[in-house]
């Protein structure tokens, strides 16, 4: 007798949803392990130093040996009350805001050069190489060019005196804050046009020239192409000047100090504030007053970013 020999039909493949479904519960399996050490580090080294900085605030502690006695709002009462803090924080603001104001007018200006111009690559990598100088070899360099002494004068005052003007003490308690924002508009512009550029290298080059084929100025074409196509690379950058103009330190530290100690309190930053109380240079380390000009300066950086963010908020224009 045949043997009949029923044919197996195949299995139907799985729908798509249930492939999708199956590939989502994988990738959900991986995110923790991939996280969890990433977490782990911003906790340890972010969150929890941050949270103990706020709680050491509100304490006296010397730093070692005793242990931190809670004293209220003290901290903040006595550094809004001290001078050397009044002008820490005056300097601070002037870096952020007019270091920030002549930083991008002239990395717009080179930007809007750089653009047509033959071998602009080249000009790019030299602007921007005081990047990559350390802040204290950099503010040893402009400490010899705006030095200031009888019979060995720097750079700038042999300069002056050529031109047949009078010297000038560039780094006297009253001139140090506008030479070091000046250091920092030129230090710092490298940096931002690098940024900029990048962000009209990717703007079509057809937008320009039908710009140029209606008789549009230089300015007009900034104005109605280069900004607003650049508009949320500017934003970034502009979080990004605002981050590192409220740390500077190194820069201030070595181009105005004596190089024994911190520059004169004219020429304080927030980070030189908090540097002089934590070390205690001039007397006992205080780690309380300390932590709360770095919870002053944490709320600065937040204010001023968020309204930073706010401020050039505007809908992405698609090209």
């Known amino acids: 007798m045949a043997t009949v020999t029923t044919p197996v039909t195949p299995a139907p493949p799985p729908p798509r949803a249930a492939k999708a479904g199956a590939h989502l519960s994988r990738k959900k399996r991986l995110f923790w392990p991939f996280a969890a050490p990433a977490l782990v580090l911003y906790l340890a080294f972010l969150v929890l130093p941050t949270i103990a900085t706020v709680v050491l605030s509100f304490t006296s502690w010397a730093g070692a040996g005793d242990t ?16 050397s803090f009044q002008y820490a924080f005056r300097n601070t603001l002037i870096y952020v805001f007019l270091g920030g104001i002549g930083t991008f007018a002239l990395a ?12 602009g690559k080249i000009v790019r990598a030299i602007l921007f ?9 950099l503010g040893m360099f ?5 030095k200031y002494q009888p019979g060995k004068q720097g750079l700038a005052n042999y300069v002056l005196e050529s031109l ?3 010297a000038a003490k560039f780094l006297a308690p009253s001139n140090v804050t506008g030479v070091v924002t000046a250091s920092l508009i030129w230090a710092s512009s490298g940096f931002y046009i690098t940024i900029l550029m990048a962000a009209v290298d990717r703007i079509p080059p057809y937008l320009y020239e039908d710009a140029e084929l209606g008789g549009a100025s230089p300015w007009q074409k900034f104005k109605n192409i280069t900004l607003p196509m650049t508009w949320d690379v500017v934003g970034v950058a502009g979080v990004l000047w605002t981050i ?5 330190f190194e820069l201030v530290f070595v181009l105005a100090g004596p190089g024994t100690y911190a520059p004169p309190n004219e020429a304080w930053t927030l980070g030189i504030y908090v540097f002089d109380r934590t070390f205690g240079s001039n007397g006992t380390p205080d780690f309380g007053a300390a932590c709360a000009c770095a919870v002053a300066m944490i709320a600065l950086v937040s204010v001023l970013v968020v309204l930073l963010r706010r401020l050039m908020r505007r809908d992405a224009i698609q090209f």
Do not use: C, H
């Not at 931190?68 to 001078?83: I, K, L, R």
């Not at 190489?129 to 070899?137: D, G, K, L, S, T």
């Not at 590192?244 to 500077?248: E, P």
């Open 244 to 248: 590192n103009a409220l740390k500077i």
């Open 129 to 137: 190489f005081p990047n990559i100088v350390a802040p204290v070899a």
């Open 164 to 166: 047949g003007a009078d």
């Open 68 to 83: 931190p006695e809670p004293n209220g709002v003290t901290n903040y009462t006595q550094m809004w009350a001290s001078d």
């Open 142 to 146: 402009l400490g010899f060019v705006f």
């Open 108 to 119: 717009f200006l080179f930007t809007m050069v750089l653009r047509d111009m033959k071998g």
